[in-house]
Structures are given as structure tokens and as C-alpha cells.
């Protein structure tokens, strides 16, 4: 018994180290590509704070990535627990940017705003 649930365990910390790399894969190109196309449009645009804010999130983003490496010496449950939280970080990450995105695109390109 104790061998079946060691094995869940395992299974599961496997399977969130899998979602959590392609989550964060996704957050991390989404938020640099979000990042670097607003700096190459301040020239166009004008600065706008929302390049602060992208390159925040990609950062946060990155580091994610970088301390999931560091902490392969703890133990499962707080693997999970990182992976978990993490997971959900980086799906909403991928949101605001897809986001302000959005808003950015019709306030400044568009000019279809307010």
C-alpha cells in the first residue's frame, strides 16, 4: 500500500513538473515577446507604463523557471506545493498579458478607444 501511494506521489509530482515546464514555457514567451515588441514601439507610440509592467511579468515569469531548477533538493510536498502554485501564477500571467495586449493594440494602434 505504502509502495502505491509513494508511486502516486511520484506520478503526480511528474506530471505537475511536466504542466508546469509547458505553462511556464508559454508564460515566459508570451510576456519576453510582449515585453520586447513594446520597447521597439516606444519610438512609434510613445512610452506608456504597461513596459514597466510587461517587463515584471516576464521576469517573474523567467525566475519561476530558474528557482523550479534550484529546489529539486527539497522534498515532494514542497515540490508540489511550488509546482501547484506556480502553475497557476504563470496561467494568469499568460492572461494579463494576453490582456493588456489586447487593450494596448486598440488604445494605441487602433485608436478605436473611448
Do not use: E
Not at 514555457?25 to 510582449?34: K, R
Not at 510587461?54 to 515540490?79: G, H, P, T
Not at 502553475?87 to 485608436?111: A, E, G, P, Q, Y
Amino acid at each position: 500500500m505504502s509502495i502505491q501511494i509513494g508511486y502516486l506521489i511520484l506520478n503526480y509530482t511528474q506530471m505537475g513538473t511536466k504542466t508546469f515546464r509547458v505553462v511556464t514555457s508559454i508564460s515566459m514567451v508570451l510576456a519576453v515577446t510582449a515585453a520586447i515588441l513594446s520597447i521597439i514601439g516606444v519610438p512609434i507610440t510613445g512610452f506608456y507604463p504597461a513596459i514597466i509592467v510587461f517587463v515584471l511579468v516576464a521576469l517573474i515569469a523567467i525566475a519561476s523557471k530558474f528557482y523550479a531548477v534550484k529546489i529539486s533538493n527539497r522534498s515532494s510536498d514542497f515540490q508540489r506545493n511550488y509546482y501547484t502554485i506556480s502553475t497557476i501564477i504563470n496561467l494568469l500571467i499568460i492572461l494579463v498579458v494576453l490582456w493588456m495586449t489586447f487593450v494596448i493594440v486598440h488604445d494605441r494602434v487602433l485608436h478605436d478607444c473611448c
